[in-house]
C-alpha cells in the first residue's frame, strides 16, 4: 500500500504525468533540437538577406539587380523543418505529460523575437550607412509585438493555471477530501487484516509542509481568511484522525 501511495504522490506532484519511455524522451529531445536548429538557421540566413538590403531575387524572365546570398534557400528548409520538428516535439510531448507538449509552442514567440531582433538593429544601423532605415524598424517592431505578446500570455496563464491547481487542493482539503497521494486503508480493512496499520501512519499527509503550502496561499492571496481557517482545520483534524488509527 505505501508502494501505491508513493507512485501517486509522484504522480500528482508531477501533474498527473507518469514516467515515459527513453525513446519517447529521445524523440522529444530530437524534435527540441531540431526547432532550435530551424530557429537558428532562419535567423542566420535572414541576417544574409538584410545585408544586402532585405530583398533579392534569382532566376526567373526578369533577373533582379541583387542576386540573392548563397545559402538563402536553406531558409525554406528551415520553415518547413521547423513545422515538422514542432509535430514531433508535441507528439512526444503528449505522451510524456504535464508542460511538456507546451513548449514547442515557445516557437513562435522565439522565431518572431529573434527575427525582430535583426530588423530592429539594421533599421537602427543599416548595413549600407546613414540613418534609421523605417523599413527595418518598423517590421522588427511588429515582429517582437507578435513573438512577445503570446509569451507574455502564455506565461500568465501559465501561472494562473498553478494558483487554480493550488486553490483546487486547498478546497479538497477544507471540504475533508483526501487527494491521491494521501489515500490509505480504512479502520475496517486493518481490523480485518487486509491492510498495514504502519502503511495508514505512513501514508498521512505531511502536516508541517501542508500547513506551510497552505499559509503561503493564503500570504499570496490565493486563499481567503475563510478558505484558510477551513483548510487548515480539515488537514489537522485528518492528521488527527491518522495518528489515533495507528
Known amino acids: 500500500m505505501s508502494d501505491v501511495s508513493a507512485s501517486a504522490r509522484a504522480a500528482d506532484d508531477s501533474g498527473g504525468a507518469t514516467v515515459p519511455s527513453t525513446r519517447t524522451v529521445l524523440l522529444y529531445l530530437t524534435g527540441i533540437a531540431g526547432l532550435a536548429f530551424s530557429i537558428a538557421l532562419m535567423f542566420i540566413e535572414m541576417r544574409a538577406v538584410l545585408d544586402v538590403g532585405g530583398s533579392c531575387a534569382d532566376g526567373g ?13 536553406l531558409m525554406f528548409l528551415a520553415i518547413f523543418g521547423g513545422f515538422g520538428w514542432g509535430a514531433l516535439a508535441f507528439w512526444a510531448g503528449q505522451s510524456i505529460g504535464g508542460r511538456y507538449s507546451v513548449v514547442p509552442f515557445l516557437a ?4 518572431f523575437c529573434t527575427l525582430g531582433f535583426n530588423f530592429l538593429q539594421y533599421g537602427v544601423a543599416p548595413p549600407r550607412g546613414g540613418g534609421i532605415e523605417l523599413g ?12 512577445g505578446i503570446p509569451l507574455a500570455l502564455g ?10 491547481r493550488d486553490r483546487l487542493r486547498a478546497a479538497q482539503l477544507a471540504a475533508g477530501l483526501r487527494v491521491a497521494s494521501n489515500a490509505r486503508p480504512s479502520f475496517g480493512d486493518v481490523l480485518a487484516g487486509t491492510g498495514d496499520a504502519t502503511s495508514v501512519a505512513d501514508s498521512g499527509p505531511d502536516l508541517a509542509g501542508e500547513l506551510e503550502r497552505l499559509a503561503d496561499l ?13 483548510a ?15
Open 61 to 73: 524572365p526578369y533577373v533582379s539587380s541583387q542576386p540573392c546570398p548563397q545559402g538563402t534557400w
Open 108 to 111: 513562435w514567440p522565439a522565431l
Open 136 to 147: 527595418f524598424l518598423i517590421p522588427g517592431i511588429l515582429f517582437e509585438l507578435m513573438g
Open 155 to 164: 506565461l500568465k496563464w501559465g501561472s494562473s493555471g498553478d494558483a487554480g
Open 218 to 230: 493564503h500570504a499570496r492571496g490565493d486563499l481567503t481568511d475563510g478558505e484558510f481557517a477551513a
Open 232 to 246: 487548515k482545520a480539515a488537514l489537522i483534524a485528518s492528521t488527527s484522525d491518522t495518528a489515533s488509527v495507528s
